[in-house]
């Protein structure tokens, strides 16, 4: 150890504050550096001067006086109803009775938080994507309400839309983001189901997706790409402002 | 190393023997008196700190008062099975910060700071009796007051008080690293101001 290190740490050698370690090293180091110890004198003799300090305590007349003024403050002070609940909170918690309602309390509410949660995530009413536009197809929209039956060509058939978009769009006027809407139709030439959907989704050229699920043998596909804005949706469904 | 030999100070004495807990909960039941009795046991602690950390005596009483004030409001948050005085001290620096913050009253630098109005135990002859001593003892209390507010704190109640470091931490809510170097760098500060003096006066 040299002085410039000894030095910095010096001042907390002199306190105690030292690990054992640290201050073996400062206390060889002290042996040998005349300087340095002169250093420590100074600054040990400091460190108890101020200890020394300790001794002087408050006056029993400044502490009876204090007191005086204290006590009647203490018999009429009021606890505003914030800490009066706090205090509630914690000390009935302490008990174990309380507790355990409370426990038994939050497991009841969680649980029913995460059913929900669960039976959301699996009968979504927003679009699920899989990228960035491969919609997945909504497994049970055949429970979701009809809204109407398309019979403008090209189209022809049953429009589903879930239950929670439907709601909102009774009390707002307008579908939520994410909205999905699926158009249920015989195609001819196919022999099959062809499922057809749009979603309302900002990310796409005036707030509208298009998508077409394409029938095959084992029924229409499960997910699909958004149809090119060439396939030239818009141009009919921006009149309709769906 | 003359010093050093001496009689180390008293350590504060151990707190009564009444049961803190039954305090408390009494206390928190609606019984103002078992809170004088908690008033009793840390009083003496609780103002000794705040007429060391502020200046005069009104102003240690203030503060004291505000002190238990705020306990009795907030007793609820103590934790009876770790030790009330940390818990105390805590509030005592925080009520005195308030009531630096509000009379924005900076430590006297240049004039001298009278030590707080107290009284030494009467136990044995007091090793640092004497005038010389207690003007040495004068000139290092105005010393500490002049020392950057962070670091006078931290020496009072490391070096002053004799709390740990970690304790230290504990009540002005920093780590005990941060504490560390407010000790280590406050202790140098006020050597050199000691130097300095000793040096003017020779």
């Known amino acids: 150890m040299n002085c410039k290190r000894a030095k910095e740490t010096l001042p907390l050698y002199a306190g105690g504050d030292l690990s054992a370690d640290e201050a073996d090293n400062v206390s060889a180091h002290l042996q040998q550096c005349a300087s340095c110890r002169q250093f420590h004198e100074s600054l040990a003799s400091q460190h108890a001067l101020l200890r020394s300090l300790r001794q002087t305590t408050a006056t029993p007349a400044a502490l009876a006086s204090m007191r005086q003024g204290l006590f009647p403050r203490l018999a009429t002070q009021q606890l505003g109803w914030w800490v009066r609940l706090e205090r509630l909170l914690l000390v009935e918690a302490r008990r174990p009775r309380l507790a355990f309602a409370g426990a038994a309390i939050a497991v009841i509410i969680s649980a029913t938080f995460f059913a929900q949660l669960w039976q959301v995530t699996a009968n979504p009413t927003v679009a699920i994507f899989e990228d960035s536009d491969t919609l997945r197809l909504p497994a049970d929209y055949r429970d979701w309400i009809v809204l109407g039956t398309a019979s403008t060509l090209p189209h022809s058939g049953n429009i589903f839309v879930s239950p929670a978009a439907y709601q909102e769009y009774q009390r707002l006027g307008r579908f939520p983001e994410g909205t999905v809407m699926v158009l249920e139709s015989k195609a001819a030439n196919m022999g099959g189901i062809t499922l057809e959907a749009s979603v309302k989704d900002r990310r796409f050229n005036e707030g509208w997706g298009y998508f077409r699920f394409d029938g095959g043998a084992e029924g229409p596909a499960k997910k699909t790409r958004a149809l090119p804005e060439s396939a030239g949706c818009l141009a009919c469904h921006r009149d309709r402002g769906i | ?202």
């Open chain 2, 1 to 202: 190393m003359e010093l050093l030999m001496t009689r180390l100070p008293d350590s504060e004495t151990a707190p009564e023997t009444l049961e803190i807990e039954t305090l408390v909960r009494k206390t928190l039941a609606g019984d103002c008196r078992a809170f004088e009795q908690i008033v009793l046991q840390y009083e003496r602690r609780v103002m000794t700190l705040s007429s060391r950390l502020l200046h005069g005596i009104d102003e240690a009483q203030d503060a004291t008062q505000e002190v238990f004030l705020r306990a009795f409001k907030y007793l609820h948050r103590l934790d009876v099975r770790r030790p009330v005085e940390p818990w105390l001290m805590r509030i005592t620096v925080n009520v005195c910060r308030d009531i630096q913050r509000k009379t924005q009253r900076r430590h006297y630098t240049f004039c001298e700071v009278p030590l707080p109005e107290t009284e030494t135990p009467g136990r044995g002859p007091d090793p640092y009796s004497g005038f010389a001593w207690e003007q040495e003892r004068q000139r290092l209390w105005t010393a500490l007051n002049a020392l950057p507010e962070k670091e006078r704190m931290a020496l009072i109640l490391r070096d002053v008080e004799g709390f740990s470091t970690a304790e230290v931490a504990e009540i002005l809510g920093s780590s005990e690293t941060t504490v560390r170097s407010q000790i280590c760098r406050g202790r140098l500060r006020l050597k050199e101001a000691m130097d300095r003096k000793t040096g003017d006066q020779s």
